[in-house]
T-cell receptor, first 108, second 113 residues
């Protein structure tokens, strides 16, 4: 079993829909990262959080440390949000443990 | 623009050839990383440098060497390329190895034939 599991693996939705991507992990962590990888391959860091909730524009990230679960929400989704969204957690050492990613396609 | 610059963007090698992937950051970050990304898998850490003058193995270091040339530059060398090293390679940097955000380079797509 992978230490970081993302669901769903693939998600297709219509423009304007509310999107939720989930990340569950099985190790103790000090922080969790959400990143976005564009179709062209570039990776952008979206959030780093260790508790509660963070918001940036239409993106919201939440984490529940007790349940070892985080969600990334996108409100009023747009075709330009189409990308792979990656969850990664920092455990007890310096290294990040990466999820395999969720491929999101938003149709106009 | 400030950020992480990787070169080259694409490379095709024959089995047994060697090459060096270059990475430079201009954000005065202390820590730098090399990852590989294979289809259907998460990023895997090859090597990292917590600070200038130090390097450490990550999850998949075999077949690779690194050099932290100075605070800005962190290179990855393949001494004798193998088809299993066909992958997309990303360099990243962060302020430190603690809970800091990462900045990634645009990636190098390497094919070994």
């Amino acid at each position: 079993k992978n230490e970081v599991e993302q669901s769903p693996q693939n998600l297709t939705a219509q423009e304007g829909e509310f999107i939720t991507i989930n990340c569950s992990y099985s190790v103790g962590i000090s922080a969790l990262h959400w990143l976005q990888q564009h179709p062209g391959g570039g990776i952008v860091s979206l959030f780093m959080l260790s508790s509660g909730k963070k918001k940036h524009g239409r993106l919201i990230a939440t984490i529940n440390i007790q349940e070892k679960h985080s969600s990334l929400h996108i409100t009023a989704s747009h075709p330009r949000d189409s990308a792979v969204y990656i969850c990664a957690v920092r455990g007890s050492n310096y290294q990040l443990i990466w999820g395999a990613g969720t491929k999101l396609i938003i149709k106009p | 623009n400030a950020g992480v610059t990787q070169t080259p963007k694409f490379q095709v090698l024959k089995t047994g050839q060697s090459m060096t992937l270059q990475c430079a950051q201009d954000m005065n970050h202390n820590s730098m990383y090399w990852y590989r990304q294979d289809p259907g898998m998460g990023l895997r850490l090859i090597y990292y440098s917590a600070s200038e003058g130090t390097t450490d193995k990550g999850e998949v270091p075999n077949g690779y060497n690194v050099s932290r040339l100075n605070k800005r530059e962190f290179s990855l060398r393949l001494e004798s390329a193998a088809p299993s090293q066909t992958s997309v390679y990303f360099c990243a940097s962060s302020e430190g190895v603690g809970n800091y955000g990462y900045t990634f380079g645009s990636g190098t797509r390497l094919t070994v034939v």
